[in-house]
């Protein structure tokens, strides 16, 4: 069974921290990529982070998000993590974990064929 849940969203202040994690299943692991999307209140779903699973493996951000957040593998525990620092207002929406076999660049959401039903993060002014 595919199985991607994510967890770690919760409430805090502009320029604070959060760490999503993204515990994936066997079956989802055999994909190629992993991925962050997120969807404000009123907004389209954006791509935020991906990276390849494979050890070397590239990274992708969105402009918006480079320099504060990281995408990580726990490879020990199968969970994708995105660490995200000085957060800010406008970073609040539900995010979304995701797994692809693409073998081209992970940036858009119709790549993405699995995904977890998402975590609310919310960043106050």
């Known amino acids: 069974q595919v199985q991607l849940v994510e967890s770690g969203g919760g409430l805090v202040q502009a320029g604070g921290s959060l760490r999503l994690s993204c515990a994936a299943s066997?079956?989802?692991?055999?994909?190629?990529?992993m991925g962050w999307f997120r969807q404000g209140p009123g907004k389209e779903r954006e791509f935020v982070a991906a990276?390849?699973?494979?050890?070397?493996?590239?990274?992708w951000y969105a402009d918006s998000v480079k320099g504060r957040f990281t995408i990580n593998m726990d490879d020990t525990t199968n969970t994708l993590v995105l660490q995200m620092n000085n957060l800010k207002p406008e970073d609040t929406a539900v995010y979304y974990c995701?797994?692809?076999?693409?073998?081209?660049?992970?940036?858009?959401?119709?790549?993405?064929?699995?995904w977890g039903q998402g975590t609310q993060v919310t960043v106050s002014s």
């Open positions: 066997a079956r989802v692991l055999r994909r190629v990529a």
């Open positions: 990276r390849r699973l494979i050890v070397g493996g590239g990274t």
């Open positions: 995701a797994a692809s076999s693409t073998t081209g660049p992970p940036l858009r959401a119709d790549l993405f064929e699995y």
